[in-house]
């Protein structure tokens, strides 16, 4: 949602000369760049336990955190307060990065500008129901209705916990280039935790959906969508073992399976790894790193798409960022600082948790385009391997390129067919061997809309998708 | 000098927000004031890279009204603000369901020797003479990089630093009297060396070390250590998938021990979602193994005298050789599950050294013979219900007790119940820094999978 600018000035209880004049003070001493960023959160969750909905509160989370950069150099301080001298001390402690640093002189010019105002006409998450405003009393039932649903599903139900949170950040970006851009950013999330009981075996399965959405995410549709999802393969979880472990090709199913992009490539393609040397990836640009036909985007402009960005936490408006065109490194994610390294335009990757930290290149949704094969073909081309689609988490060593990820469940594939269940193993590949091996990409991408959080160093939301595809050499955990 | 400790007037602020509370109409509320402030400095290869200042104020409440619960925080400390605040978190809470579970503790189970907050000597007072000099001095005199020479192996690619000190100070009151306060300092440097090896193969190595008092940091010492740990990993060969004899460096154990206190929460127990339901006073471990909560000693790390609704710490047993004694179960969790309340998690637990004390890593592995030593996970998880797990690993073989060739692309799979009944050792040389003490361990029979 974008409101006009006096409304977020008087927000934050500032003019535009107060903006001018804190930029101003945090370049006092030197450095190349100043930006303010300004936020005010306002949180709320409740929780249904034992058929109740009996716990919930809200959170206010409001500050202004401030950056001077002096060539690649960082200072970074907050105000949680935006009255002038909290304000000014916050610039001036930024500002100690200066120390014995020259002005930039030709560097000031050499950055790429976005001064276009922000237009509600372009906004990726317009939100129709302010949850700040929302009646929280209507929406105690979803919760009891969604519960209720899920147990009309499947009798083995015991325990469900359901929670529902909701987000909304008013943010208001300026910088010594005076540049202003504003937003106001929604978010919210409907969780459910179901746990399952057959013949003493316990089971336990979670689901989600987060959009950059206002209330009216919350339709019966969305709840019937959870449900179904919360006990489907229920029967297979209870089946399932842990397969025998080893190398073996992997078939990743389309959707959730897009977290073997964000750990085994996204990362390695966030350019603060490559301007440091660290990444797997820092000397392949514009070499082919896997087979043609295969196009991997990051991209910030689905509408309300829990990694959708109006602009990025620099101001740098949001975009469909190619880093692989049909199998060739063609961008890494850039924030400013990275993008002047390399002498390219930022990506508007430069995100943040909160003003508490400052921006670094970050994923926003990351997917690799539909190819041209069948999920059917792909898993009938497959003599003796594993399906996975259903995912905890994952994790990368940069330098390494060594990925892992985490399968709650999946099948055995044996002679081109899904043979038995198997669940709780991890994988382990290396990014570079493991894009050179994927063998076939099917055309049914999808993006997975659940609660994805990537946590390096700091949290954001993103998301993930992928179409079907096969990756042959991946080593899985098993006994 | 700065000093960002809680001040009276801050401190009065809790108090008001009670009697905004109680006047509003809640029966009962407890509330936490936090403030912590942080500097750092984060270097790249010997240059400062980053400076950042860091302070943050907050309060947070629980309110019980009518029978009904919520909890609410702001990080605007000023008294308008925060009367506003607590009438709409009244409001809030008035509209959820009512549970009677929800109370605050018995003041008979808070704790009584808390009420200044430096009372276990964590607080040191250096932390209020630090300036931007003397912290570069620190962040800029522990780097290695301009004086390390490449050899014929390798090349140092990056060194990536941070330093930082930081005061934290904690509050809890609430309308039976409660109030408790605990204050830490904290020195901490850490470093990720990054070396490339002859076919350009990179590989980075961590260490760290953090401590409430700043002349035991010994900062000057990391860099080279993580720069040994990136270096004896160049080389690396995947095994054989089999079973092998295992030993977990104590650097990374405590992977193997939180899945385990998870399980034996109230929350987890309560849902049926524990692998640990229903064990409490069974022997379900290895005789070997025991846990014991080492929450209360004066100047060690991560010592606290109360948790986060003011209830004392105790120092006792959660597992004795192998018998699950303790669930932590918090005051709302003993209601819902008519149970005696304890705390509601493990502060500072410390797996005892078996089978004798003086245990380190070398002895371990040469008690052990051959095998994998796990020096770090890459990712993987565990199934809260089953105890089932799947880590991703790094480490290196080892026969005849010494070290042969680091290992990579490998996982370590099974159960976490069979995992400890196999134990063989525990050592005696976790690192305080650590906020669980976990030594170096060794276990018989681990599936590995790798080629």
């Known amino acids: ?479 | 000098m700065m000093d960002y400790r809680l001040t009276d007037q801050e401190i009065a602020l809790a108090g008001k927000c009670l009697e905004r509370a109680l006047a509003k109409g809640a029966q009962k509320a407890r509330v936490t004031l936090n403030k912590s402030c942080m500097d750092l400095i984060g270097t790249l290869n010997g240059e400062v890279d980053k400076v950042t200042h860091c302070l943050d104020r907050s309060i947070s409440i629980a309110l019980f009204v009518d029978g009904k619960y919520g909890s609410f925080s702001i990080n605007k400390l000023e008294d308008n603000a925060l009367e506003d605040f607590i009438d709409k978190a009244l409001d809030t809470a008035r509209l959820l369901a009512e549970d009677p579970c929800r109370d605050l503790p018995a003041p008979g189970r808070t704790a009584k020797d808390a009420g200044k907050g430096t009372e276990l000597g964590l607080f040191d007072a250096a932390s209020l003479d630090m300036d931007a000099g003397k912290r570069l001095d620190i962040a800029l005199g522990a780097s290695i990089f301009k004086t390390t020479e490449a050899t014929s192996a390798w090349v140092l690619v990056s060194e990536e630093a941070e330093y930082s000190d930081s005061v934290f100070d904690t509050l809890v009151m609430d309308t039976q009297g409660l109030c408790c306060r605990h204050t830490e300092s904290s020195f901490e440097y850490g470093v990720e060396m990054t070396v490339k090896d002859t076919e350009g193969n990179k590989f980075s190595g961590y260490w760290w070390n953090s401590t409430p008092r700043l002349a035991e940091l010994g900062a000057e010492r990391i860099c080279a250590v993580a720069l040994e740990r990136a270096v004896a990993q160049i080389g690396p060969q995947t095994l054989p998938s089999g079973k092998y004899r295992c030993v977990i460096d104590s650097e990374c154990a405590s992977r193997l021990v939180t899945p385990l206190l998870s399980a034996l929460g109230g929350y987890a127990l309560q849902q049926n979602n524990s692998f640990l339901l229903d064990t409490l006073g069974k022997k379900v471990f290895n005789e070997g193994m025991t846990i014991m909560d080492a929450c209360r000693r004066p100047g060690e790390s991560g010592s606290r005298l109360f948790d986060s609704e003011g209830v004392a710490t105790r120092e006792r047993a959660i597992i004795e050789n192998g018998v699950v004694k303790e669930y932590f179960i918090n005051t709302y969790m003993a209601a819902k599950m008519q149970m005696d309340p304890t705390v509601e998690d493990a502060i500072r637990p410390m797996v005892m050294p078996w089978p004798r004390k003086g245990l380190d890593r070398t002895s371990i592995l040469s008690m052990c013979g051959e095998g994998i030593l796990v020096t770090g996970f890459n990712g993987g998880n565990s199934n809260s219900a089953t105890g089932d797990y799947s880590f991703g690993i790094e480490g290196f073989a080892f026969k005849d007790g010494k070290i042969t060739r680091p290992v990579r692309e490998m996982l370590m799979t099974g159960n976490l119940v069979t995992l400890w009944n196999g134990l063989m050792a525990a050592g005696d040389d976790a690192r305080p820094c650590k906020s669980k003490l976990i030594p170096t361990l060794a276990f018989e029979n681990v599936d590995f999978s790798g080629e």
């Open chain 1, 1 to 479: 949602m974008i409101n006009d600018k006096r409304y977020y000035l008087d927000t934050f209880r500032v003019t535009e000369d107060d903006l001018r004049s804190l930029a101003a003070e945090g370049l006092r001493s030197g450095g190349d760049f100043c930006d303010l960023f300004f936020e005010n959160t306002s949180y709320r969750d409740i929780l249904l336990r034992d058929g109740e909905v009996s716990s919930g509160g809200f959170h206010i989370d409001y500050g202004v955190g401030i950056r001077v950069l002096c060539g690649e150099k960082t200072g970074y301080a907050y105000s949680e307060s935006t009255d002038p001298a909290s304000m000014r001390a916050a610039a001036r402690a930024a500002a100690a990065i200066t120390a014995g640093c020259a002005v930039g002189g030709d560097r000031r010019t050499s950055d790429h500008r976005h001064f276009g105002r922000p237009n509600p006409a372009a906004d990726r998450y317009p939100m129709q129901m302010d949850w700040r405003t929302a009646d929280i009393s209507a929406h105690l039932p979803l919760l009891q209705k969604l519960e209720s649903l899920i147990r009309s599903k499947d009798t083995r139900v015991v325990k469900v916990i359901a929670m529902l949170s909701s987000q909304v950040s008013d943010i208001l970006m300026f910088n010594s280039f005076e540049e202003m851009k504003y937003d106001t950013r929604p978010m919210g999330s409907l969780v459910a935790s179901v746990v399952f009981s057959q013949e003493g075996a316990v089971e336990t399965k979670s689901v989600s959906r987060s959009f950059r959405m206002g209330a009216e995410m919350l339709t019966d549709a969305l709840l019937e969508e959870l449900a179904s999802q919360a006990v489907e393969g229920i029967d297979e979880r209870f089946a399932a073992r842990r397969p025998k472990g080893g190398k073996m090709p992997v078939v990743m199913g389309a959707g959730a399976s897009g977290i073997l992009l964000h750990e085994a490539m996204g990362h390695a393609f966030e350019a603060d790894f490559n301007r440091k040397g660290q990444s797997i990836f820092s000397d392949k640009m514009g070499s082919r790193i896997c087979r043609k036909g295969i196009t991997i985007v990051d991209d910030g402009t689905i509408r309300g798409n829990r990694g959708a960005v109006n602009f990025d936490d620099e101001g740098v408006p949001g975009q469909y960022t190619v880093m692989v065109e049909d199998g060739v490194l063609t961008s890494y994610l850039h924030d400013r600082i990275s993008a002047k390294f390399y002498g390219v335009a930022p990506t508007g990757n430069g995100r943040r948790e909160s003003f508490r930290y400052n921006p670094i290149p970050r994923m926003r949704a990351t997917y690799m385009e539909s190819g041209e094969g069948t999920a059917a073909d792909i898993i009938a081309s497959v003599k003796k391997g594993i399906f996975v689609d259903q995912f905890a988490n994952g994790q990368v060593k940069i330098g390494e390129g060594d990925f892992t990820f985490y399968v709650k469940s999946g099948f055995l594939i044996e002679d081109g067919r899904l043979t038995m269940p198997v669940k709780d193993v991890n994988i382990i590949g290396n990014g570079p061997q493991a894009l050179a091996d994927i063998e076939a990409v099917a055309d049914d991408l999808k993006i997975d809309n659940g609660t994805w959080t990537c946590g390096k160093e700091q949290s954001v939301p993103v998301s993930c998708g992928i179409p079907t595809v096969l990756v042959n050499n991946l080593t899985v955990g098993g006994e």
